[in-house]
């Protein structure tokens, strides 16, 4: 988005307006639903003028802009849901009374998602059409069966709205200190059925409080406030998005890391995720979609390029995290919450999905591997996807088929967690014992591959032929949270994660400055994510090393702050005390889920808490924590937690 936009986001539709509320103007602006463009241009004018911002206040899937034009007050209040409504007052500031004359002018393109972003075009085009009706406007569009439509209206007491093609006016008096009201209402309509409206639900139902330090809690709060928001229906769950305003959508890795960091909010949004991934999990092998059978989706799109499937979001494949990262998550579902009966129902899709690591080792020498089968693919297939993301320390590209060091960590840990199900639940001692005995052989040879004697510290990946890309990353933080790092040698890692090269004095960067293809203004060469921290830190606090994970988790608290305390999807990194401030890159996500959720999970690593199912019991290790939570969700209870003395 532009600098000084505005995104409101909620379970249904999502907008993007500028800082007076408008739509229109800019190729990214609009009213969002199901991957569609409902609403294009929607531009409020009073007595012919358009809005200067005067300010706004957003509030979960609500926002309230405030205005003024030619001594009139106006304050717009703005509710996102299954539709979109607004409340418009008019407030006369003079001393005599008026005649004011207002204009919504309103458009409608129906563009798919990635058209707007300008990544993609539809084959062909079908028609928008336009009709006046009951006083409003609706706008609709069909191709070939693929239907959508936008209703407009204006209503209010004493109102009389007339709409013409492109705009609905009406004119009315306010007396001196009087204020009146306009009620704005648009509906959306899918395949020719009207949706109908509903206010957002809850994600999370009852979240815990929390007593720390302002900066931690005001951080906290509007953390929890942002996750509410980022969520969306698929088959009757709701799931957590991954970020606003354009990846409103079901993300496997992104969606399963959120649940992760956000456990100790509640089950469900897991239990949801791991339904609704399962679902749509692969069954046999797809080129277009690079699918392959027990796969773990990446993404899945509702819009009119993958209903005509131009684009591979059908769901589209191409991730090798996903499928690990799965597993994990279903584990640490057990942890919190001893549900037998849920491990039981995701079994099925447990063991396919063992089967796809196991096949993906077997082709990969004894490594998960990707490479893009599908021309629209995405070429790097980690959760560093962007094109340029696999560099070898003099900044030359890895190519071919490529192991990501972080990847061997996950399927590590999906070993162990798996065998802990079969052992525990399952009752199938048999496959426990094998699933610990690839876990140990794996470990063993992702060390001897991927060590790099020279940096003491781990390459970030090898490439199709074998080499190691070895290039000093973050990427070696998440490898300590899966616990593939002989003990002996976690403390190495964690000094070169926390040395100068590599932390910025805001957190973790994705590079270490002086490689080749460093850049703190990169999306994954330099910059700062908050989630990549989260994990580093709860991967130190696993080993132990509570003072690098405490100096980890205070970088991202203190810059919070510059973001007015919602950490962004990732910022730059440049050092601090260099005279640059942490800023958001143009391109970052803000709210975005994982952003939001390393919040949570950065409380839990200072408190270092950890769920016993086996005795239904939470405990919090770290002494040296000030936090105290009251209410968190386990085993079917609410738990006080804070840190042991």
Not at 236 to 253: E, H, I, K, N, Q
Not at 283 to 294: V, Y
Not at 341 to 359: K, Q, T, V, Y
Request: charge should be negative; charged fraction near 30%.
């Amino acid at each position: 988005m532009r600098e000084g936009d505005v995104g409101v986001v909620s379970p249904g539709a999502y907008v993007v307006s500028d800082g007076a509320g408008d739509l229109g103007g800019w190729g990214e602006s609009g009213l969002f639903y199901r991957d569609m463009r409902h609403l294009s241009r929607y531009v409020l004018r009073v007595d012919g003028e358009a809005l200067e911002p005067g300010g706004h206040e957003s509030r979960g899937s609500g926002v309230r802009f405030v205005s003024e034009s030619g001594g009139v007050g106006v304050v717009r209040r703005r509710d996102t849901g299954f539709g979109m409504r607004e409340e418009i007052s008019f407030a006369n500031r003079a001393s005599e009374a008026r005649e004011v004359r207002v204009d919504l002018e309103c458009a409608a393109d129906f563009l798919d998602v990635f058209e707007v972003r300008g990544y993609a075009m539809a084959k062909e085009r079908g028609e928008v059409s336009e009709e006046v009706r009951d006083g409003g406007l609706r706008f609709s569009y069909e191709r070939d069966g693929f239907r959508r439509a936008t209703k407009i209206e204006v209503s209010g007491e004493g109102i009389e709205a007339e709409a013409a093609p492109g705009a609905i006016s009406t004119r009315f008096r306010i007396d001196a200190g009087e204020t009146r009201r306009l009620r704005v209402s648009v509906v959306f309509e899918e395949d020719g059925e009207k949706v109908r409206w509903r206010d957002p639900e809850s994600l999370y139902g009852s979240v815990p409080e929390i007593k720390a330090e302002e900066n931690t809690a005001r951080t906290w709060g509007r953390s929890v406030e942002d996750l509410e928001t980022l969520a969306f229906e698929t088959g009757g769950l709701l799931v957590p998005a991954a970020g606003s305003p354009w990846y409103m959508a079901l993300f496997g890795r992104d969606s399963l890391i959120t649940s992760h960091m956000t456990m100790m909010l509640g089950a469900e949004p897991a239990k949801n995720t791991l339904r609704a991934l399962s679902r749509h999990q692969a069954e046999r092998f797809d080129d277009f979609t690079d699918a392959e059978p027990g796969k773990i989706l990446h993404e899945m799109r509702r819009g009119e390029l993958a209903f005509f499937g131009e684009s591979p979001e059908t769901p589209y494949y191409g991730t090798a995290d996903a499928t690990p990262l799965f597993l994990i998550l279903l584990e640490e579902v057990w942890r919190w919450t001893a549900d037998d009966d849920f491990i039981r129902e995701m079994e099925d899709a447990a063991r396919a999905a063992l089967a796809w690591i196991s096949a993906s080792l077997e082709a990969g020498d004894g490594f998960i591997t990707y490479e893009r089968r599908s021309a629209s693919g995405l070429e790097n297939q980690s959760w560093k996807d962007s094109e340029d993301s696999m560099l070898f320390r003099d900044g030359s590209k890895a190519e071919g088929s490529i192991a990501a060091s972080e990847i061997q960590g996950y399927a590590y840990d999906a070993f162990l967690r798996t065998a802990d199900l079969a052992e525990n639940v399952w009752n199938d001692e048999a496959l426990a014992a094998e699933l610990r005995k690839e876990a140990a052989s794996l470990k063993d040879r992702f060390d001897r591959a991927f060590w790099m004697d020279d940096r003491k510290y781990y390459a970030l990946a090898l490439d199709g032929e074998g080499r190691k890309v070895d290039s000093t990353t973050s990427n070696a933080g998440h490898l300590l949270w899966s616990g593939i790092v002989p003990a002996e040698k976690a403390r190495l890692v964690a000094d070169t994660l926390l040395g100068e090269d590599l932390f910025s004095g805001w957190g973790v960067c994705t590079m270490a400055e002086g490689e080749g293809g460093y850049d703190p203004l990169s999306y994954h060469n330099g910059s700062v994510w908050p989630h990549d921290n989260a994990i580093i830190a709860e991967g130190m606090r696993k080993y132990g090393l509570h003072e690098e994970a405490r100096r980890v988790a205070d970088a991202i608290f203190e810059a919070a702050p510059h973001f007015d305390h919602r950490l962004p999807e990732v910022f730059a990194g440049h050092r601090r005390g260099e005279g640059h401030p942490p800023a958001e890159l143009p391109r970052s996500c803000s709210p975005q889920a994982w952003a939001a959720a390393s919040a949570v999970s950065l409380v839990r690593t200072m408190l270092g808490l950890d769920p016993d199912a086996g005795r239904r019991e939470l405990h919090a290790e770290n002494a040296a924590s000030t936090i105290r939570l009251s209410g968190v969700p386990a085993f079917g209870e609410h738990h006080d937690v804070r840190s042991d003395a």
